[in-house]
């Protein structure tokens, strides 16, 4: 698939994900044999969103191509996607020091409180997903206490506004803090 079609893909679908007739269709196969190669470990599995099984454009080219191709082997990596528009704005990574000039009687509250319990099931997230980044849809205010301790950064978030898919990662210290938190 060329540049102008997979962008042209994902300004049809949000997130560059696609549900499993379009994904079947993508690869070239019928929705049944799409669901035998998911369970043959070709295809990777779905990221689940509302509910919905979606699949990734980027990592269905790589089961397009061994499919073509009649290779077995699963295609599990996702390749990075190149941005639709060069003029795209760079990534931002949140708290910067003007969203904690924004949110400065959030920052107070929290730099004065111990670790909630909340803010100890946001960072377990991490743990249950394991993964150290994490997509989450609305706004969450364990995650922004935890972005003022500095245990994760917002890397991104994509529309709508009244509930966007927000991206977290755990940073270096959030890590270390999640190790030493014990089970329960």
């Not at 989450?136 to 709508?160: D, Q």
Request: aromatic letters at 6%; one cysteine or more.
């Amino acid at each position: 698939m060329d540049g102008k079609s997979t962008c042209a893909l994902e300004a049809a679908e949000p997130h560059g994900l696609i549900d499993r007739r379009r994904a079947a269709a993508y690869v070239g196969v019928t929705a049944g044999r799409f669901e035998q190669l998911v369970r043959d470990n070709v295809v990777p599995p779905p990221v689940m969103v509302d509910r919905s099984r979606r699949w990734p454009i980027a990592a269905l080219d790589l089961v397009r191509q061994s499919v073509g191709t009649g290779a077995t082997e699963a295609a599990v990596a996702v390749p990075e996607i190149p941005p639709c528009d060069a003029s795209s704005e760079p990534l931002r990574v949140l708290p910067d020091e003007a969203w904690l000039q924004q949110n400065a009687k959030l920052v107070q509250r929290v730099r004065r409180s111990l670790l909630s319990g909340n803010e100890i099931r946001a960072l377990r997230e991490f743990r249950g997903q394991r993964q150290s980044e994490i997509s989450m849809h609305g706004y969450y205010g364990s995650f922004e206490a935890l972005m003022v301790r500095g245990y994760v950064v917002e890397l991104g978030r994509k529309p709508p506004s009244s509930r966007p898919l927000v991206t977290y990662r755990l940073t270096e210290l959030g890590e270390q803090v999640l190790a030493a938190l014990r089970d329960e």
